[in-house]
Each structure stands twice: as structure tokens, then as C-alpha cells.
């Protein structure tokens, strides 16, 4: 596979860009998850992930994949819907957020992180490892952060206008895998063009989002789950334990519309 950095993203801007000094690539990052998801709102602590999509770089290579979609419980926003193309259909069958999440966070290892405002993506995550006890402490890059400091004049740094800005084709926005992967040739691009004269901007730093305090599922709530659950004989349910209140009563709430009440 094509070294990234050797490579214009996609046809970008500065078709003549020659390979970067050996001294000034040995110093930029080459080795990162790039990643984005997807969810159902803005609030880490009452939205709800459904995709997750992240690729691999090792020395500017694409070393591995990781695409997931992750079943919310509850129906979909329509403006969710209409924005991603993700249907209520397209979840229905697929896997609980507690499995994905220790998958995905074993799959990042201890690389450095990159998203485009990928603080967003990054309380969500850290929210989810939080409730199931698992430690989410990373060092990440921000294009966004970037762009807004190396391209002050551009009226918009969205994903889409950067995009469009270094030619770099992302035939489906708004999708996780596919945004993480214009991210990261996004990244690119702004090394080749930046990074000679301002190494410093590309540092990566340490990302932090404190995580509310979560109430967990109570006693009486965990009961009548439990005993719903095995009066419906409903299988491949998460861990119960690893629920929050609200989330108890969404799950409770979507068997019952679903399923009926227990007689």
C-alpha cells in the first residue's frame, strides 16, 4: 500500500510538491488512528453512538480498518436519518455499544488519535469506556484545530469545504469510516503544504473531557429487565450492568413497544 505522505491526497492541491526533506519527515507523525462516528445528537452523556469508523497509519501506511455500527436502542432522529443516510433498519440487528466500545479501544492500542474536532468524538468515546470502567486517556491531532490556525482566511474549516479546498474526493460524508479516512488525508495534505515552516502547529497534545457523573442502573430496574429479557426470550442483549438509569429505561421502553408487557 502507498506510503500517504509519498502521495498527494486524492489530487491535491500542489500537483509539483516534490517528496519532503528526510530530516522534517522524520519529525512529523506518521503513525496515528485517525477516527470519526457517529451518533444521534451533540450531548455525550444522553446521545448515543451508531457508527464508529477508524483507520490505522503506521510510518504512513494504512496498516488496518475498523467500521462498526452500533444498535442505540431508540429510534433514530430523523434529521440523524436524512444527515447520514443510517436507518433505523440499518441498527436494528447490530451489535451493543459495550462490545463495540472494548473492541474499538483495544484496536487503538496506544496509538496518538486524529479526528477533525475530534474532541467530539473523543467525550463520546470516553464516555461510553467510563461506563464500563475502562481507562480512555489519549494524546491527539485536531485538523480542525489546524486548519483554523494554518488557513485563518478560509470562512468555513469544515470537513466538507477542507475537502473540497485540497480536492480530496469523500464520495459518502457523513459516514464514519469515509470521513476518518478524508480526515487523515486532510492531515496529509496540511503537512505537505505547512509543516516545513511550522512544525510546531502539528504537535499532538493531551485531549480531555470530564466525564459527568453517571447514575447507574438501579436494583429494581436491573429485576424487571432481567425478568422482561427472559419472559420475551430475547438474546445477544449487552451487559445490564453496564447501564445507566436512562439508558434502563430506554431499553425497558423499546422491549415493551417491541415485545409487549410481561402478563
Known amino acids: 500500500m502507498a506510503n500517504l505522505f509519498m502521495v498527494n491526497a486524492m489530487g491535491a492541491r500542489g500537483e509539483g510538491q516534490k517528496e519532503m526533506d528526510k530530516a522534517i519527515k522524520k519529525e512529523r507523525i506518521t503513525s496515528f488512528v485517525c477516527f470519526d462516528i457517529e451518533t444521534t ?23 488496518e480498518g475498523f467500521h462498526e455500527f452500533i444498535n442505540p436502542l431508540i429510534k433514530l432522529p430523523e434529521n440523524i436519518i436524512k444527515l447520514t443516510g443510517i436507518t433505523d433498519e440499518m441498527l436494528q440487528h447490530t451489535k451493543m455499544e459495550d462490545m463495540v466500545i472494548q473492541h474499538f479501544i483495544e484496536f487503538m492500542e496506544d496509538y496518538i488519535v486524529m479526528g477533525h474536532n475530534v474532541e467530539f468524538d473523543y467525550s463520546f468515546i470516553r464516555t461510553a469506556a467510563n461506563k464500563l470502567h475502562l481507562s480512555f486517556e489519549k494524546m491527539g491531532i485536531d485538523t480542525l484545530k489546524l486548519c483554523r490556525k494554518l488557513l485563518p482566511h478560509l470562512e468555513s474549516k469544515s470537513l466538507a469545504n477542507m475537502c473540497s479546498y485540497y480536492n480530496i474526493i469523500n464520495n459518502n460524508a457523513h459516514r464514519a469510516y469515509d470521513d476518518a479516512k478524508a480526515t487523515a ?16 502547529a502539528f504537535s499532538p497534545g493531551p485531549l480531555w473531557f470530564k466525564v459527568k457523573k453517571i447514575q447507574s442502573i438501579t436494583n429494581k430496574q436491573k429485576k424487571y429487565l432481567i ?12 451487559s445490564i450492568d453496564s447501564l445507566t438509569q436512562s439508558e434502563a429505561s430506554r431499553m425497558i421502553d423499546k422491549i415493551i413497544l417491541e415485545k409487549g408487557r410481561m402478563i
Open 227 to 238: 425478568d422482561l429479557i427472559k419472559y420475551h426470550k430475547i438474546e445477544n442483549i449487552q
Open 41 to 63: 445528537g451533540l450531548c455525550p452523556e444522553s446521545d448515543r453512538i451508531i457508527e464508529i469508523g477508524a483507520l490505522k497509519v503506521k510510518d504512513g501506511k494504512i496498516i
Open 185 to 200: 488525508l486532510l492531515y496529509v495534505s496540511l503537512c505537505n503544504e505547512f509543516f516545513s515552516d511550522k512544525p510546531e
